[in-house]
């Protein structure tokens, strides 16, 4: 792996950092899971997809740049340098784009990529249920043939949807065969939620935001031509977009690098605590595993664009990130100690970083995945 930077790269990237200076918003934006800051950040994100930077890696006819992966890391970089948020339409561009590049039709991209890199449509997932979390082989969400209307009627419930009290359209995973199927009798939805037949109600956080939704279902029309991949061959399409989950798409290394930097200049601006050597040592740690993080996509990012599709490996990522994340906001706490308010960014990051080892497939589960799939390991 040769890591050093393409005269072209160094032009992205100059390019980017200095888009980026002139035309991003004050900061810092108000939550984009809260009532009052979406507005603030779709429009944000409207001007980034104005200026040709919402979507680099994609093509030029859905938004993009066609630049490749390591310019996609390169912009990533500067965007979180610059102290800019999380992005609403994240899981739209993250974790369905994919998927969409991967087993949609022609039909699918046009209609929807381009208005999704815009935020014209606000994608939420639709897996997690009472019943199945983990375990999504299990849910019971059913998707009845309806063949006078040209497609499926959908029932059941899905929670936990991240900004599904703000989404116009979810990618969701219901059950076309019976319970006894599981894996092969599940079908991978494109969902218009502003339509009969669908009701969501927002789930406060302990952070005081209301982004998640329980979104109920009774009778909603998806058509023939919003199924992604073949009816009952839902689990693929859900492990591929697991698989940018929890790896390269969602969390990219220059969110945690700036993070990492942060934190250290937070420790130097501490009078009194940047000499105590159990906090250099937490602040070192964290640091170093955000440069491994972005050294071991890196890796990644290789394999990928020599052939290589990402496997049983992205659990191992969403392990490492997930852990990283808590680690990073928990050692931020520690040095601020009695001077960390209650609504600083610290604590708000360390508040939403205990969520990390539970979504995108809990850490427990990750382990299990490890344990078999890479370690070869027996089941137990």
């Not at 919402?54 to 938004?63: D, F, H, L, M």
């Not at 997932?125 to 299990?138: H, I, K, N």
């Not at 989404?167 to 494109?190: D, K, N, V």
Request: proline fraction near 5%; glycine fraction near 10%; charge should be negative.
């Amino acid at each position: 792996m040769d890591l050093t930077e393409r005269p072209q790269d160094a032009r992205f990237r100059r390019e980017a950092r200095e888009w980026l200076a002139e035309n991003s918003p004050p900061l810092p934006l108000p939550s984009g899971d809260s009532a009052t800051g979406v507005p603030v950040n779709l429009e944000w994100e409207r001007q980034l997809f104005d200026g040709g930077w919402a979507v680099v890696s994609w093509p030029e006819r859905y938004g993009g740049r066609d630049a490749d992966l390591w310019q996609w890391l390169i912009f990533e970089e500067e965007f979180y340098a610059a102290g800019l948020p999380q992005r609403v339409a994240q899981n739209g561009i993250s974790l369905l784009a994919p998927a969409l590049f991967e087993f949609g039709t022609e039909s699918q991209r046009e209609r929807y990529l381009r208005r999704m890199a815009s935020v014209a449509d606000i994608w939420c997932q639709g897996w997690s249920e009472p019943e199945a979390g983990s375990d999504l082989a299990s849910l019971r969400s059913t998707a009845v043939r309806d063949d006078a209307a040209g497609g499926w009627r959908l029932h059941g419930q899905k929670c936990w949807s991240t900004r599904g009290a703000y989404s116009s359209h979810m990618f969701g995973l219901f059950r076309t065969g019976t319970q006894q199927e599981r894996h092969a009798g599940l079908t991978y939805f494109l969902i218009d939620l502003r339509q009969p037949g669908v009701s969501v109600h927002p789930v406060a956080r302990l952070d005081g935001d209301d982004g998640f939704a329980d979104v109920f279902f009774d009778g909603a029309l998806v058509l023939d031509e919003d199924v992604l991949g073949a009816v009952g061959g839902g689990w693929q399409v859900a492990m591929a977009t697991a698989g940018s989950e929890r790896s390269l798409s969602l969390r990219s290394p220059g969110r945690f690098l700036a993070s990492a930097d942060r934190l250290v200049k937070t420790l130097q601006a501490e009078p009194g605590k940047s000499s105590d050597p159990r906090l250099r040592a937490a602040v070192a740690d964290s640091w170093m595993a955000a440069q491994a993080y972005a050294l071991s996509t890196n890796v990644l990012v290789s394999g990928i664009l020599d052939g290589a599709q990402v496997g049983a490996e992205a659990s191992l990522s969403k392990v490492f990130w997930s852990e990283l994340d808590v680690a990073l906001n928990e050692t931020a706490l520690q040095v601020l100690g009695d001077d960390a308010d209650l609504d600083s960014p610290w604590m708000r990051g360390y508040e939403f970083s205990l969520s990390g080892p539970i979504y995108a497939g809990t850490n427990e589960i990750q382990r299990n995945i490890i344990a078999e799939r890479l370690l070869g390991l027996p089941r137990r």
